[in-house]
């Protein structure tokens, strides 16, 4: 029921939003360079909770609630890109920090940091538009069960994320100390996470698609 080709769509899509620098990664890079690659991994169980949340949630309806209010949809999708330009400004600006910059921070518990993880996925504008906006695009209607199509998609999605966020939790300290050791790397490094940010930020605001009632 779910073609090869939406499972594709889905993991192409999934693999350039959670390569964009964005919260979850730099939440989750700053407490595996401040506190250890545990901290990372557990805040990452955060996330991963987070985005449950949000496939339920998308899942069960709010694609219609968007569909349903084209002007609540528009104004999350322009919050979202307004946030992601914001982001791109804080990466280029002068004086400006590296996603894998070391930050010094007070070691936290791991119900915190899961915590953390959790909260900062539900506030974070690209999980909101993946589910209540990208994903519901690969749904076939034709085709039916729908719900099963909805979590089947989502789970690609946290696979996705899941594999490449465990990965940069485990290589962050090594990253940071290769571009602490190397400035002009580090430079360039923030100048193109900040060019990215901000054509996706163009694309977002610009983009004319709307929710897909699955």
Do not use: C
């Not at 899942?59 to 890109?81: D, E």
């Not at 979590?151 to 994320?161: E, K, P, T």
Request: glycine fraction near 10%; avoid cysteine.
């Amino acid at each position: 029921m779910v073609t090869f080709g939406a499972i594709l769509g889905v993991t192409l899509v999934a693999l350039g939003m959670v390569l964009t620098p964005g919260p979850n990664m730099m939440y989750l890079v700053s407490r595996s360079i401040s506190q250890g690659r545990r901290a990372g991994l557990v805040s990452l169980g955060g996330v991963a909770v987070g985005f449950l949340v949000y496939l339920t949630l998308a899942t069960l309806g709010l694609s219609v609630v968007f569909a349903t209010v084209p002007g609540l949809y528009v104004a999350v999708k322009l919050a979202g890109a307004g946030y992601l330009a914001y982001l791109a400004w804080q990466a280029v600006r002068p004086g400006g920090t590296s996603v894998f910059a070391a930050v010094e921070l007070p070691p936290d518990s791991n119900r915190k940091l899961f915590t953390m993880g959790l909260v900062t996925n539900l506030l974070n504008p690209k999980a909101a538009i993946m589910y209540a906006s990208l994903i519901p695009q690969f749904v076939d209607v034709r085709a039916g069960h729908l719900l099963v199509q909805g979590f089947v998609l989502g789970g690609v999605q946290i696979a996705v994320s899941m594999l490449v966020n465990t990965a940069i939790v485990l290589a962050a300290g090594t990253i940071a100390v290769f571009l602490a050791k190397r400035p002009a790397w580090l430079r360039i490094q923030r100048y193109v996470t900040g060019t990215l940010l901000g054509m996706i930020a163009v694309k977002l605001a610009t983009d004319k698609a709307r929710p897909v009632v699955v």
